[in-house]
Nanobody, 112 residues
Framework: QVQLVESGGGLVQPGGSLRLSCAASGSGFRINHMIWYRQAAGKERELVAGITSGGNTYYADSVRGRFTISRDNAKNTVYLQMNSLKLEDTAVYYC??????WGQGTQVTVSS
């Protein structure tokens, strides 16, 4: 059974940084087109950043220039480096594989 497990969330002050990880496991499963989403309280889930199998990346306008998505195929893991965090980045962050799998989410709270 395929599992995506996020980690790295937490509480950080505005302007701070966090790095989220999404580790994939499961018999024969390899990460392919991966996307980070987030959902703030009372809001719809929104796309944050994505990375294709070929390594092409794309970002929501709200995070472009501050967040970086990357992948380590050898570790079957995707990362989201988040810098210059803002209060409005507070949300549960989810890892998604376009073949149909979701992680359980990790909470990111930006607060002074």
């Amino acid at each position: 059974q395929v599992q995506l497990v996020e980690s790295g969330g937490g509480l950080v002050q505005p302007g701070g940084s966090l790095r989220l990880s999404c580790a994939a496991s499961g018999s024969g499963f390899r990460i392919n087109h991966m996307i980070w989403y987030r959902q703030a309280a009372g809001k719809e889930r929104e796309l944050v950043a994505g990375i294709t199998s070929g390594g092409n990346t794309y970002y929501a306008d709200s995070v472009r220039g501050r967040f970086t998505i990357s992948r380590d195929n050898a570790k079957n893991t995707v990362y989201l480096q988040m810098n210059s965090l803002k209060l409005e980045d507070t949300a549960v962050y989810y890892c998604h594989c376009t073949s149909g799998y979701w992680g359980q989410g990790t909470q990111v709270t930006v607060s002074s």
